[in-house]
C-alpha cells in the first residue's frame, strides 16, 4: 500500500530563514505529489503539486518543491519564512492506478513553528 | 474563486444517533471527496464518488457510513450510529474531472462531536 513519510513532526525556524520540509513516498507506479497547509481551525488549502515535467515547481505563498524520484523524496522549500507561515504542513500522494478516482494518502504533518 | 462549502460547521451528537454532514462541491466538478482527521493526527481518505456511486472506499469505511448526491448539488455524508471514536474533524473535496492531473480542492470542515 502506498505510504507518505513526514519525519519531522515539529520544526521550528526563524523568521527571514530558509526553510525544508520533508517528505518520502512509497513505491507506486506514476506519482502524483501535494503539499497542503493547514491553518488552526481551518481547512486544507493546496500549495502545490507535482504530476509531470519538470521536477522543481512553484506553489503559492514563495514555496516550491522538488521531486526527486531516486530518493521517493518531494521536499517543500521556501527560502526566507514570514510570521504567517506558522501552520501544519501536510504532504500527500495519489498513483495513477488506472481508476481515475483513487483518494489522496496524506502524511503525518509537520507542525511549523516561527520564532520572532 | 469557487469553493467547496460544508455545513455546519460544529456538529455535536450523542453516541448511537444518526449524523448527517453536507458538502457542496465546486459546481462543475465531478469527483468527491470525504476525508476525516481525529484530532492530532493524520488526514485519512475515507470514500471517493463519482458518477452517482463510489469509486473507491478505505477500510474506515465500514456499514455504518453511506454518501449520497441526493440533488446535483449537495453530497452527504451519513453516519447511522455514531460512536465516540467517530469524533474528527472531516473534510469534503471535490477535483474537475476524468484527467489525473486535477488537485483536489478542500472545504473547511465540519468538526463532529459524539458525545
Known amino acids: 500500500a502506498q505510504s507518505v513519510t513526514q519525519p519531522d513532526i515539529h520544526i521550528t525556524v526563524s523568521e527571514g530563514a530558509s526553510l525544508e520540509l520533508r517528505c518520502n513516498y512509497s513505491?507506486?507506479?506514476?506519482?502524483?505529489l501535494f503539499w497542503y497547509v493547514q491553518s488552526p481551525g481551518q481547512g486544507l488549502q493546496l500549495l502545490l503539486k507535482y504530476f509531470s515535467g519538470d521536477t522543481l515547481v512553484q506553489g503559492i505563498k514563495g514555496f516550491e518543491a522538488e521531486f526527486k524520484r531516486s530518493q521517493s523524496s518531494f521536499n517543500l522549500r521556501k527560502p526566507s519564512v514570514h510570521w504567517s507561515d506558522a501552520a501544519e504542513y501536510f504532504c500527500?500522494?495519489?498513483?495513477?492506478?488506472?481508476?481515475?478516482?483513487?483518494?489522496?494518502?496524506f502524511g503525518k504533518g509537520t507542525h511549523l513553528i516561527i520564532q520572532p | 474563486e469557487p469553493e467547496v462549502t460544508q455545513t455546519p460547521s460544529h456538529q455535536v451528537t450523542q453516541m448511537g444517533q444518526e449524523v448527517i454532514l453536507r458538502c457542496v462541491p465546486i459546481s462543475n466538478h465531478l469527483y468527491f471527496y470525504w476525508y476525516r482527521q481525529i484530532l492530532g493526527q493524520k488526514v485519512e481518505f475515507l470514500v471517493s464518488?463519482?458518477?452517482?456511486?463510489?469509486?473507491?472506499k478505505s477500510e474506515i469505511f465500514d456499514d455504518q457510513f453511506s454518501v449520497e448526491r441526493p440533488d446535483g448539488s449537495n453530497f452527504t455524508l451519513k453516519i447511522r450510529s455514531t460512536k465516540l471514536e467517530d469524533s474528527a474533524m472531516y473534510f469534503c473535496?471535490?477535483?474537475?474531472?476524468?484527467?489525473?492531473?486535477?488537485?483536489?480542492?478542500f472545504g473547511d470542515g465540519t468538526r463532529l462531536s459524539i458525545l
Open positions: 513505491y507506486g507506479a506514476t506519482p502524483y
Open positions: 464518488f463519482y458518477n452517482n456511486e463510489i469509486s473507491e
Open positions: 500527500a500522494v495519489s498513483f495513477d492506478s488506472g481508476g481515475g478516482a483513487d483518494g489522496l494518502t
Open positions: 473535496a471535490s477535483r474537475p474531472g476524468a484527467v489525473r492531473n486535477q488537485p483536489q480542492h
